[in-house]
Nanobody, 123 residues
Framework: QVQLVESGGDSVQAGGSLRLSCAAS????????MGWYRQAPGKQRELVAS???????NYADSVKGRFTISRDIAKNTVYLQMDSLKPEDTAVYSC?????????????????WGQGTQVTVDS
């Protein structure tokens, strides 16, 4: 089983910055995909940014040029650097990690979610 621990959520003024972290832990697992999602009150969860491989990234149009996703492969950790924050960025941010758990008899795919961290941007 792969577990995720997120950190970095906070309240900031518009124009400020935050850095979210999500660390994956477990035994004998590989990571194929790491992504950040967010859900604002009354809205559906949306993809913010994702990364596959070393630096193959994808961003929602609303955050392009302001947010940067990166990963530390050795630490099994994904980061989301958020700059020039806007009130509309206010949401619960959750990380999602997909990959393979290596087992003696049969490997299996996993899809893990973090507990979510609140980001609030005040105008």
């Amino acid at each position: 089983q792969v577990q995720l621990v997120e950190s970095g959520g906070d309240s900031v003024q518009a124009g400020g910055s935050l850095r979210l972290s999500c660390a994956a832990s477990g035994s004998r697992f590989s990571i194929n995909y790491m992504g950040w999602y967010r859900q604002a009150p009354g809205k559906q969860r949306e993809l913010v940014a994702s990364i596959t491989g070393i630096a193959n990234t994808n961003y929602a149009d609303s955050v392009k040029g302001r947010f940067t996703i990166s990963r530390d492969i050795a630490k099994n950790t994904v980061y989301l650097q958020m700059d020039s924050l806007k009130p509309e960025d206010t949401a619960v941010y959750s990380c999602n990690v997909k990959g393979t758990i290596v087992a003696v008899l049969k490997s299996r795919e996993y899809d893990a979610w973090g507990q979510g961290t609140q980001v609030t941007v005040d105008s």
